[in-house]
């Protein structure tokens, strides 16, 4: 059996699991299994689509802290280090903790073929048992139906936006890739989701209805203000301020309030008052977010072709001339959402980080007028100098956030 004496050694160790042959939770489940299903322990909420789930997984977080309970928050990809998948009232698992889970799984790897998200979905199982949690947010990894964490057995399932991501898992149509989020939807289990293009809705209301899951389909809220720093959006005539500026979190809030509706009745001390709370102080790491005032930088984690328009509708928040710092990863369409970004912003600049799975500059830059600087310092370094008059954003991949902002910003910690 392996045992790890540093968390270093651990983490380089089960980074290297990553293998994709084996998608699936066949292997998985017979582990659950095995150790007598601990999931069941938990009281959860499971999160999945292809933006904003992030986003709506911690609105849910934070509204349920707000409202005196212990939650536990699981998320991927980590944000500035491996411990932020794992948080309990907004407070990252302790190096100590996160090595002694590691080492507590070691035995199952090899009987199991345990890849890295399997040994962290065992870990957050284990530990929010141990907390003892009021409740548990989980964030699918990917897709849903074969995601590790389709183990737990939810209070509310809620499927945010589908767009075309992880086509070479999912699927290349968006029938496929919904089939394949509806994966999460339980048996009796509420679903809550948004109308969205017919074919999605319709896959999600079948899937429902052959589960007999109660198919909640919220109203969308309104922004009725937005400046750089918040908004004020409105739903169901009740007004909401957000920390978060970008149009596209009124989706997310509308499908956070719907869901802790729904845990109301086991959860009775939510109130209009810890909504308006939990929402008013969610900042979720990465997503429209100011990390510079002078000058002006923004980053998000616009990562696929929604998410870039979904950036592109918040532009008109930010001073002119608007500068672009972009990277990505092996396997993304680059091309499609910079051709999305492009016709709004003023100058593109593409760069490379370390990883393993990092695109070459020179393929992300699709035209002449995309400029390479394959440093990512003085990639930022050359951002910050045009920004000077206007703005910055830094966006693509989450881990280039995550590589940017430790190794460039010097930022460490996750508020």
């Known amino acids: 059996m392996i ?45 999945a689509g292809t933006n904003g789930k992030g986003s709506t997984s911690s609105f849910i977080a934070q509204i349920m802290k707000e409202s ?11 944000l500035m280090h491996h411990n932020d998948r794992f948080r309990i009232n907004g407070i990252d698992m302790s190096d100590e903790d996160l090595l002694r889970y590691i080492n507590m ?27 003892k949690v009021d409740i548990a947010i989980f964030e699918v990894g990917l897709g849903g139906r074969l995601d590790a964490t389709n183990v737990i057995m939810p209070l509310v399932s809620v499927i945010t936006t589908i767009g ?8 290349d149509t968006l029938d496929l890739i919904a089939f394949e989020k509806a994966g999460i939807i339980k048996e009796n289990t509420p679903i809550i989701s948004y109308s969205q293009e017919a074919i999605i809705d319709d896959i999600f209301r079948r899937v429902a209805h052959e589960r007999n899951a109660p198919f909640i389909q919220t109203s969308l809220a309104k922004q009725v203000s937005a400046d750089l720093f918040s908004q ?10 957000l920390s978060m500026n ?24 939510i109130t209009h008052e810890t909504i308006s709370l939990g929402l008013k102080n969610t900042v979720w790491f990465g997503r429209f977010q100011r990390v ?8 998000d984690g616009a990562h696929n072709i929604n998410g870039m328009q979904a950036l592109v509708d918040s532009l008109s928040l930010l001073p002119r001339p608007i500068h672009v710092l972009f990277s990505a990863i092996v396997g993304k369409d680059h091309e499609g959402m910079l051709k999305v970004l492009k016709p709004h912003v003023d100058s593109i600049t593409v760069t490379e980080f370390d ?61």
Request: proline share 3%.
């Open 232 to 241: 004020v959006i409105e739903k169901d005539g009740m007004t909401y301020t």
């Open 246 to 269: 970008a149009k596209y979190q009124c989706i997310n809030a509308s499908l956070a309030i719907e869901a802790v509706d729904c845990l109301k009745k086991d959860y009775p001390n």
């Open 3 to 47: 045992y790890f004496h540093t968390l270093e050694d651990a983490l380089n160790t089960i980074n290297q699991r990553t293998s994709s042959s084996t998608f699936g939770l066949k292997k998985f489940n017979q582990c659950m299994l095995d150790l007598g299903s601990p999931q069941r322990k938990l009281k959860c909420v499971h999160v």
């Open 292 to 299: 510079s005032e002078k000058p002006l930088i923004i980053i």
């Open 355 to 415: 990883f393993y799975r990092k695109q070459d500059a020179n393929i992300l830059a699709i035209d002449d007028s995309i400029h390479i600087i394959k440093d990512p310092q003085l990639a930022y370094n050359d951002l910050c100098e045009r920004a000077s008059q206007g703005s910055g954003i830094v966006c693509g991949s989450l881990y280039f956030l995550s590589y940017m902002l430790v190794n460039v910003l010097g930022i460490r910690k996750v508020e």
């Open 68 to 78: 005196g309970y212990k939650v536990g928050l699981y998320t991927s990809p980590f």
């Open 105 to 131: 799984t070691t035995h199952l790897w090899e009987t199991y073929a345990l890849t890295m998200f399997e040994i962290d979905t065992l870990i957050a199982i284990w530990y929010f048992i141990d907390q």
């Open 164 to 171: 075309y991501d992880h086509m070479d898992f999912l699927g």
